[in-house]
């Protein structure tokens, strides 16, 4: 498994997930991922979009939701932890496709860290 920051913005990050070739496919395009990535002891399941660009992968993943599973706490808890997070290096242990169709969790995470919440998914 290759070590890899939270903010996946060009092509040779994406060559160094796990099965880079079908990581790039999840990538490629418009719609949501399933990120499971793992920072220490600690293991997070995050929602994430990214977005194709000229037919280069410029992908950014944005934080639009928690899996329901962990419970509100725990997302608050991710919530304060999350710039440190995002500044560190994470490893991607799963990366999964997402129906677009499927809706997000309300968990009030977006609330938590200050920020609106992405429309149009």
Not at 73 to 81: C, I, P, S
Request: with cysteine; net charge positive.
């Amino acid at each position: 498994m290759s070590r890899i920051r939270l903010d996946i913005t060009t092509d040779a990050h994406i060559a160094a997930l796990p099965n880079a070739k079908r990581s790039r496919e999840y990538f490629l395009g418009s719609g949501l991922c399933l990120v499971t990535m793992k920072n220490g002891k600690r293991k997070f399941v995050v929602y994430a979009r990214a977005v194709s660009i000229a037919g280069w992968v410029k992908s950014k993943p944005h934080l639009i939701g928690y899996w329901p599973t962990v419970g509100i706490a725990a997302a608050r808890t991710f919530a304060r932890e999350y710039r440190a997070l995002a500044t560190q290096q994470s490893k991607i242990v799963e990366v999964q496709r997402v129906p677009v169709s499927r809706p997000c969790d309300p968990v009030t995470l977006q609330d938590a860290l200050h920020t609106p919440w992405e429309k149009g998914y």
